[in-house]
């Protein structure tokens, strides 16, 4: 079933405070009070918000880190990027395996439309690591020799790739998954009451400190040289989950005279060409939440919708360009998710 807004503007996760003061919120109580830290890492910023009696600002930067040095394909010291060098001494840790296995059953599930293997595309579209100047049609099917996780395996603890030339980048899964990484850290001192927001990726948990569900904006699905980037368009009431958005309106390159969206499909080596300009994602957990909205994204509403009402736990949000109307979005939901967006 579809749920249409014919007004509808959205896109991609926008991490939004809504109370008053932004660093502690003090109560008369003997209630602890809610801590803000914030912070830098994998190429983008973090906040988190959570009720406790002092701050762990340093404990979180160095789950990070540690979180950094496994999965980051932009550290040269990660376990991925000896994986990728076929660095035959490494040994994946617990971080590299998790998500690796986790891979393994979204790509299964999407039939391919998630899949980290895509990396060698990724970068000759110029959005890697590994930064590629373009790619030519007939490039495409040698680089589609390099992708899918057919083709890796893990083995007795160590990366096994039938060609070596096979890379991985787990980007559009590991920050959903440091999410999660950092929740389980607030979770195990008991922390009740959390926000973590990863480069618009988020886990909550409880209340915000006015009491209520956490509450999430959404902003306006157009590109920043229209300058009205960041304009909140709507709010998520969410008190447990993640939450994840992908979208092809901001991150984007020009070649050939043409703009080129960022998301790549791993089936047809090619950069995704639908009306689809932003789908969040609400899932258990944020891996999840983070590894659909890319799917969801290659695969396009319809599709998408049909396998979101296939796979439990899964809600989403999707923006899509109006035809014949530029000015006009489309605002397509399951039915789920009608309950958490005011």
């Given amino acids: 079933m579809r749920y249409i807004n014919q007004r509808g503007y959205v896109a991609s996760l926008l991490f939004l405070l809504v109370f008053g003061t932004v660093s502690v919120y003090r109560s008369c109580s003997s209630r602890p009070v809610y801590q803000y830290d914030e912070g830098f890492i994998f190429g983008t910023v973090y906040h988190m918000t959570y009720r406790h009696d002092t701050g762990l600002q340093t404990d979180i930067a160095d789950l990070l880190q540690r979180f950094d040095r496994s999965l980051s394909p932009f550290n040269p010291a990660s376990v991925i990027s000896a994986v990728n060098n076929n660095d035959t001494a490494v040994v994946p840790d617990d971080y590299f395996r998790t998500v690796f296995r986790r891979a393994e059953e979204i790509c299964a599930a999407t039939g391919g439309a998630f899949d980290p293997t895509v990396s060698p595309l990724i970068n000759a579209w110029g959005f890697g690591f590994a930064q590629g100047g373009g790619v030519m049609p007939a490039d495409i099917d040698s680089l589609l020799l390099l992708v899918g996780m057919d083709k890796i395996s893990l083995a007795d603890g160590r990366i096994v790739k039938t060609d070596p030339r096979l890379t991985l980048n787990f980007s559009a899964i590991a920050k959903g998954y440091a999410c999660d990484v950092v929740a389980a850290f607030l979770a195990e001192r008991g922390i009740e009451d959390f926000l973590v927001e990863i480069g ?30 960041g304009r909140i368009e709507g709010i998520v009431s969410l008190s447990e989950g993640g939450m994840a958005t992908s979208g092809n309106y901001r991150n984007y390159r020009y070649a050939e005279g043409r703009r080129v969206a960022h998301t790549i499909d791993p089936v047809s080596g090619y950069p995704v060409e639908h009306s689809l300009l932003s ?35 899964l809600e989403a949000f999707f923006i899509c360009a109006a035809e014949c109307d530029t000015t006009r979005y489309d605002i397509v939901m399951t039915p789920g998710m009608a309950r958490y967006v005011k």
């Fill in 279 to 313: 789908v969040t994602v609400v899932a258990p957990d944020c891996m999840t939440a983070d590894a659909y909205a890319t799917a969801f994204m290659v695969l396009g509403t319809d599709r998408a919708l049909q396998l979101a009402a296939d796979t439990p736990g």
């Fill in 200 to 229: 618009g990726e988020v886990v909550v948990r409880g209340h915000n400190p006015q009491g209520d569900a956490w509450q999430i904006g959404i902003d306006r699905p157009v590109p920043d040289e229209a300058g009205t980037a």
